[in-house]
T-cell receptor, first 114, second 113 residues
Framework: AQSVSQHNHHVILSEAASLELGCNYS??????LFWYVQYPGQHLQLLLK??????LVKGIKGFEAEFIKSKFSFNLRKPSVQWSDTAEYFC????????????FGQGTELSVKP | GAGVSQSPSNKVTEKGKDVELRCDPI?????LYWYRQRLGQGLEFLIY????????KSGLPSDRFSAERTGESVSTLTIQRTQQEDSAVYLC???????????FGEGSRLTVL
């Protein structure tokens, strides 16, 4: 069965530190890739997405993600985190031959200390 | 409506009772999803509707779970003979087909005593 793995369960950083959250998926076919974020007390919202083209994708709030096909990875990065980035981050994969089915990872909780 | 609406927001029920959870998607969104999120865990895919196509039910955990959607409107998720392990937040999301960006509701928190 397809799966999405986020290796970090909880990450704690100080403000201005750089961030990289790992995401790997097990599906071998063509996929669409997403990162969603859930801020405290809010519902999930899209951070960025990759369908095709440039494997380096820019999202909102200075986030970016790089699709590395050979590694089945879609890691999320931000050069300098802020306290307001404290949230839970979810990677998600849509295998294209499965219609719109979207499979989420377990999530990574990010805590940024001011 | 402006966003995805779910009801009830909270439901406490006794083990063995049936529950129905409702989702109103964003108008014009052809795709509708149900996910389950247990405490401290990720989103578990349950079911996906796309227009008038047969739904993808591959994530439903048992035959106690079922969902319906009429056309491109409201969906209900029904859990029969609830068990304590069904306690979770049930999230609904909708999207336009092409861009697959999911818009989530606030969720329905189910507690089975």
């Amino acid at each position: 069965a397809q799966s999405v793995s986020q290796h970090n369960h909880h990450v704690i950083l100080s403000e201005a530190a750089s961030l990289e959250l790992g995401c790997n998926y097990s599906y071998g076919g063509t996929v669409n890739l997403f990162w969603y974020v859930q801020y405290p007390g809010q519902h999930l919202q899209l951070l960025l997405k990759y369908f095709s083209g440039d494997p380096l994708v820019k999202g909102i709030k200075g986030f970016e993600a790089e699709f590395i096909k050979s590694k089945f990875s879609f890691n999320l990065r931000k050069p300098s985190v802020q306290w307001s980035d404290t949230a839970e981050y979810f990677c998600a994969v849509n295998p294209r031959n499965q219609g719109g089915k979207l499979i989420f990872g377990q999530g990574t909780e990010l805590s940024v200390k001011p | 409506g402006a966003g995805v609406s779910q009801s009830p927001s909270n439901k406490v029920t006794e083990k063995g009772k049936d529950v129905e959870l409702r989702c109103d998607p964003i108008s014009g969104h052809t795709a509708l999803y149900w996910y389950r999120q247990r405490l401290g865990q990720g989103l578990e895919f349950l079911i996906y509707f796309q227009g008038n196509s047969a739904p993808d039910k591959s994530g439903l955990p048992s035959d106690r779970f079922s969902a319906e959607r009429t056309g491109e409107s409201v969906s209900t998720l029904t859990i029969q003979r609830t068990q304590q392990e069904d306690s979770a937040v049930y999230l609904c999301a909708s999207s336009r087909t092409q861009d697959r960006e999911l818009f989530f509701g606030e969720g329905s928190r189910l507690t089975v005593l």
